[in-house]
């Protein structure tokens, strides 16, 4: 499954912005959907996941509270809500594809990857 990512830009702390990641295959529902992101010099972390059918989620502690993930399959998309947004959210965001029924927060889980958009936070 190939997956594209959008939706990032720069912002000032405390504001919002919503990611999106569009999947090119009608079988998008097969796969629970990942969100993770890389700042310059560090690895690349876990935000959230979400299963198939969105009936589990699971968040970073640094996040929760703030980001929603979200996926629609009928269009073949997911998102990343993101409130609050804080210098240290500042990253590229990775949407990612796993066909585990309800993977985990480790990078190795996800098997499928989009380009990355870039999210900017100034304070």
């Known amino acids: 499954v190939q997956l594209q ?72 998309t997911l998102y990343l809500q993101m409130n609050g947004l804080k210098p240290e959210d500042m990253a590229v965001y990775y949407c990612a594809a796993s066909s585990a029924i309800v993977p985990g927060s480790r990078v190795g889980q996800y098997m499928y990857w989009g380009q990355g958009t870039l999210v900017t936070v100034s304070s």
Request: glycine share 12%; aromatic share 10%.
């Open 5 to 76: 990512a959008s939706g990032g830009g720069s912002v000032q702390a405390g504001g919002s912005l919503r990611l999106s990641c569009a999947a090119s295959e009608r079988t998008f529902s097969n796969y629970a959907m990942g969100w993770f992101r890389q700042a310059p010099g560090k690895e690349r972390e876990f935000v959230a996941r979400i299963s198939r059918s969105s009936g589990s989620t699971l968040y970073a502690d640094s996040v929760k509270g703030r980001f929603t993930i979200s996926r629609d399959n009928a269009n073949n």
